[in-house]
């Protein structure tokens, strides 16, 4: 379909074919997705028993309706993602600045994080297994970055730490 220069006067139709085409990915139309139920067809029913198809004309024109009717005062200032009244004057923070540190590569041009050192031991108890752990500081990296790793993998693969 050419809708030519004035394409975006038919968005509302290519909303509505895209909303309404099923999709084979999530096995639904993503109206369905969204809203649990099937999308209307575009069939316009005046009363009981009696339907008129609806063409690209009908939905142009309630859409046009749908245009003119003003917004209250109140909703004039609604953003789609978050409300004005939720914005706040950013305070600079030294915390908040990022020291970029050089990594160093290997030959093949790989980056392999090697641990520094032991912070602490502990027993994960399940219910009738105990799983014993390690928490690592790794190269270049602070002691709150710190992980728990099974202590068997660590042992395997790094026997100078423990």
Same mark, same amino acid.
């Given at each position: 379909m050419d809708f030519g220069p004035a394409w975006h006067d038919h968005l509302a139709l290519v909303e509505f074919a895209y909303n309404s085409s099923y999709h084979s990915n999530i096995g639904m139309t993503p109206f369905e997705a969204l809203y649990g139920r099937r999308c209307r067809? @575009?069939?316009?029913?005046?009363? %009981?028993? *009696?339907? #008129? %198809? *609806?063409? @690209?004309?009908?939905? #142009? #024109?309630r859409t046009d309706a749908v245009e003119m009717i003003p917004l209250p005062p109140y909703l004039s200032s609604i953003h789609d993602v978050f409300h004005v009244s939720l914005l706040r004057q950013y305070v600079a923070d030294e915390s908040h600045i990022l020291h970029l540190t050089e990594v160093q590569l290997d030959q093949d041009l790989s980056y392999v994080e090697r641990p520094l050192r032991i912070l602490d031991r502990k027993d994960k108890m399940l219910r009738n297994k105990s799983i014993p752990l390690v928490m690592v500081q790794w190269q270049r990296r602070g002691t709150e970055e710190a992980t728990w790793e099974l202590e068997s993998r660590m042992r395997a693969e790094h026997p100078e730490l423990i």
């Open positions: 067809s @575009p069939l316009f029913w005046d009363k %009981v028993g *009696e339907r #008129q %198809v *609806e063409g @690209p004309q009908m939905i #142009q #024109q």
